[in-house]
């Protein structure tokens, strides 16, 4: 799967949306990619694991972690293709925890999933988590990197698709400053 046949599902299924939106990390913009119309539909879903897990093929990793929400049904797939265990990191107090018995050991080669990057909020939360079982990270991968590759990570990074998607702070929002109403999406509310 290239970069145009991931725009092309986004495009096709509905889930590129254009209006005023607050996106999860705070930012607006005017674009959001609901990744979940892709996430809801199995055939396409696996299409889309089954090519971030080629990116992983040959680099020796026992365990994928996504961060809930969407990074929980990509992780399992990812894993599923790649014949490994897949968990998940949740938010806690001061960033992700592993919770329902989840844990890694230290040395386990770990590949870290998502679905659309904005910031890399939950990506970093996730690191940090790893990190602290002292697991080696061997790459990380999403779905749809929509800050066109301005947000770096230390480990190897991959994306489906890379998209340059306008994000402002609210502040410098020129939808705000014309009075467009917005709406909020995503997992996290402010």
Same mark, same amino acid.
Request: net charge negative.
């Given at each position: *799967?290239?970069?145009?046949? *991931?725009?092309?599902?986004?495009?096709?299924?509905?889930?590129?949306?254009?209006?005023?939106?607050?996106?999860?990390?705070?930012?607006?913009?005017?674009?959001? +990619?609901?990744?979940?119309?892709?996430?809801?539909?199995?055939? %396409?879903?696996?299409?889309?694991?089954?090519? *971030?897990?080629?990116?992983?093929?040959?680099?020796?990793?026992?365990?994928? &972690?996504?961060?809930?929400?969407?990074?929980?049904?990509?992780?399992?797939?990812?894993?599923? +293709?790649?014949?490994?265990?897949?968990?998940?990191?949740?938010?806690?107090?001061?960033?992700? &925890?592993?919770?329902?018995?989840?844990?890694?050991?230290?040395?386990?080669?770990?590949?870290?999933?998502?679905?659309?990057?904005?910031?890399?909020?939950?990506?970093?939360?996730?690191?940090?988590?790893?990190?602290? +079982?002292? $697991?080696?990270? &061997?790459?990380?991968?999403?779905?749809?990197?929509?800050?066109?590759? %301005? &947000?770096?990570?230390? +480990?190897?990074?991959? $994306?489906?698709?890379?998209?340059? $998607?306008?994000?402002?702070?609210?502040?410098?929002?020129?939808?705000?400053?014309?009075?467009?109403?917005?709406?909020?999406?995503?997992?996290?509310?402010?």
């Amino acid at each position: *799967m290239n970069q145009d046949d *991931m725009l092309r599902l986004f495009e096709d299924s509905g889930a590129l949306l254009r209006g005023h939106f607050k996106l999860t990390s705070g930012k607006h913009s005017d674009v959001y +990619y609901e990744k979940f119309t892709l996430l809801k539909q199995p055939a %396409t879903c696996t299409r889309i694991c089954e090519a *971030m897990a080629d990116i992983f093929r040959d680099s020796g990793v026992q365990t994928v &972690v996504g961060p809930t929400t969407g990074g929980i049904i990509i992780a399992y797939d990812v894993a599923r +293709y790649l014949g490994v265990e897949s968990i998940y990191a949740e938010p806690g107090e001061d960033g992700r &925890v592993f919770k329902r018995g989840f844990s890694l050991e230290k040395g386990r080669k770990v590949v870290i999933v998502d679905d659309v990057l904005t910031t890399g909020r939950s990506i970093f939360e996730v690191i940090d988590l790893v990190e602290s +079982y002292e $697991a080696d990270i &061997v790459g990380i991968s999403e779905m749809l990197d929509r800050s066109n590759g %301005t &947000v770096k990570f230390d +480990y190897p990074f991959k $994306a489906l698709t890379t998209v340059a $998607a306008d994000a402002w702070e609210p502040d410098d929002c020129p939808l705000c400053k014309k009075g467009e109403p917005i709406t909020q999406r995503g997992s996290r509310r402010f």
